[in-house]
């Protein structure tokens, strides 16, 4: 299994949809998990964070199921200015010191 | 101002040349970090310190080197640069167990 797989997308989806992510990772021994978004040419930005079973902020849900070893993000009423790459980030196996490997990201198009 | 500072935004440059980017922050966090990302692939870490004195290999450090002049400041310099190093290049820094900070990118073209 690799570090980090996220769905490859693109995810197209209408507004006021429903859309879900998923992300594999590989380290078992990993607490703590992210979502960062990123806009095209942007940098990454920390959308959530996910250190026991998930973690809701309005419209956005992350879900962390350790014994598959997968997190997933769900999006509720998706708007327009949802459309973005978000990316799965899991500290490094291995790694003696703080290390996070990111996704590849999964694009998301929110569309009129 | 922005906490996380690159400079250059843009650069194109030529094989061979020497290339240095630039980055400074302003939170006062120990830990910055230095990472590509190429289209199709996810961020990848070059190089990292968590304090002056401190310096790290990530995993992709052959052809870069760094210098973390002082707690707000760590280059990257590209010491003979490669068409396989053009790539959009972020600093990041973070405090132990929080989250990281990006800046808003460097993106370089090697000729």
């Known amino acids: 299994r690799k570090e980090v797989e996220q769905d490859p997308g693109p995810f197209n989806v209408p507004e006021g949809a429903t859309v879900a992510f998923n992300c594999t990772y590989s380290?078992?021994?990993?607490?703590?998990f992210f979502w960062y978004r990123q806009d095209c040419r942007k940098e990454p930005k920390l959308l959530m964070s996910v250190y026991s079973s998930g973690n809701e902020d309005g419209r956005f849900t992350a879900q962390l199921n350790r014994a598959s070893q997968y997190i997933s993000l769900l999006i509720r009423d998706s708007k327009l200015s949802d459309s973005a790459t978000y990316l799965c980030v899991v500290p490094r196996a291995g790694a003696g010191s703080y290390q996070l490997t990111f996704g590849k990201g999964t694009k998301l198009s929110v569309i009129p | 101002d922005a906490d996380v500072t690159q400079t250059p935004r843009n650069r194109i440059t030529k094989t061979g040349k020497r290339i240095m980017l630039e980055c400074s922050q302003t939170k006062g966090h120990d830990r910055m970090y230095w990472y590509r990302q190429d289209p199709g692939l996810g961020l990848r870490l070059i190089y990292y310190?968590?304090?002056?004195?401190?310096?790290n290999k990530g995993e992709i450090s052959d052809g870069y080197s760094v210098s973390r002049q002082a707690q707000a400041k760590f280059s990257l310099s590209l010491e003979s640069a490669i068409p396989n190093q053009t790539a959009l290049y972020f600093c990041?820094?973070?405090?132990?167990?929080?989250?990281?900070?990006f800046g808003a990118g460097s993106r370089l073209t090697v000729l």
């Open positions: 310190s968590f304090d002056v004195k401190d310096i």
């Open positions: 380290n078992s021994a990993s607490q703590s």
């Open positions: 990041a820094t973070s405090e132990p167990g929080t989250v990281l900070t």
